[in-house]
Nanobody
């Protein structure tokens, strides 16, 4: 069964950093575009970042540009989201998803990991 598993969430103070991981079983992440999404309580899910399958182009929503970095480690079949200079408004459940393109529907989703930014 195809599974995506996120890890690395937690509680961090404003200005701190976290690195989220998205690992896969049963398929190779490098064959897919991998997106990171987040959903805060009472808000709609939003796309945060994506790394393409073709040439590893990266995309970020404006609110995280310059603070978040998405990357792949193909040897570990894992995609990371490095989050620096975290703000309280980054608090959300973060999900990774795999699909054929950053700009089309995603085929597989993880269960999510909670990120809380608070003093």
């Amino acid at each position: 069964q195809v599974q995506l598993v996120e890890s690395g969430g937690g509680l961090v103070q404003p200005g701190g950093s976290l690195r989220l991981s998205c690992a896969a079983s049963e398929f190779t992440l490098d064959d897919y575009a991998i997106g990171w999404f987040r959903q805060a309580p009472g808000k709609e899910r939003e796309g945060v970042s994506c790394i393409s399958s073709s040439d590893d182009s990266t995309y970020y929503t404006d609110s995280v540009k310059g603070r978040f970095t998405i990357s792949r480690d193909n040897a570990k079949n894992t995609v990371y989201l490095q989050m620096n200079s975290l703000k309280p408004e980054d608090t959300a459940v973060y999900y990774c998803a795999a699909g054929s393109s950053c700009f089309r529907d995603y085929d597989y989703w993880g269960q999510g990991t909670q990120v809380t930014v608070s003093s």
